[in-house]
């Protein structure tokens, strides 16, 4: 096939993707707009009183509870202080040796237990709903009495058992879902960042 028919086969493929991830987002939006703003509110509200935001997924999940971390303790839009948010996928000794020493289903619980104060939030990110490790540290928050957010995609999974708060994008892709989730999370930032420093 020549170069410019591939072309134009990408073309109306990435129209297609493209389409599909603003519907989803649109509907995720529609449906889930009241308990997206509810988490904003509870971040803020941990923030404002000392507490911090403790973040944690797998794989694609890992990278945003990264991404949301970095944009709360270095800054979104507004040039401002820092606010605290820890993502508990990055250190890599604590990990492997939770893994190895423990289960890898233990890894972001036990880190909770180490780390979180009763005041802290937990945003736990998995697109099934049914990540182990996710599970047991979202459980683990709630023991401590953390509030506990779950986002995730489909039907939500097991999340519903251990998340205060639940976040569902209606979607089975794990594409589109991961998408969504890059929106839930720059909205919250810049919401959280302009109600704790002003738009």
């Known amino acids: 096939m020549a170069e410019k028919d591939f072309l134009k086969e990408f073309k109306s493929r990435g129209d297609e993707i493209l389409e599909a991830s603003l519907a989803v987002k649109r509907n995720f939006w529609q449906k889930e707009s009241s308990k997206i703003l509810e988490a904003a509110a509870k971040i803020y509200q941990s923030l404002n ?15 945003d509870a990264q991404h949301m971390a970095a944009e709360f303790v270095n800054r ?7 606010l605290p948010a820890i993502a508990l996928t990055t250190d890599t000794s604590i990990l492997t040796a939770i893994a190895n020493d423990y289960d890898f289903s233990e890894v972001f619980a036990k880190q909770i237990k180490a780390l979180a104060h009763s005041n802290d939030v937990a945003l736990g990110i998995s697109t099934s709903g049914n990540s182990l490790n996710v599970l047991k540290g979202l459980a683990a928050a709630r023991e401590l009495g953390l509030f506990t957010i779950g986002l995730t995609g489909g039907t939500g999974g097991k999340m519903r058992e251990v998340s205060d708060l639940l976040i569902i994008v209606p979607s089975s892709e794990t594409p589109r879902i991961q998408e969504a989730h890059i929106f839930f999370i720059h909205l919250v930032c810049e919401l959280v960042e302009e109600a704790a420093f002003g738009a």
């Open 49 to 63: 009183s000392r507490g911090k935001l403790l973040i944690f997924g797998n794989g694609g999940s890992a990278a």
């Open 76 to 82: 979104f839009r507004l040039e401002r202080n820092p």
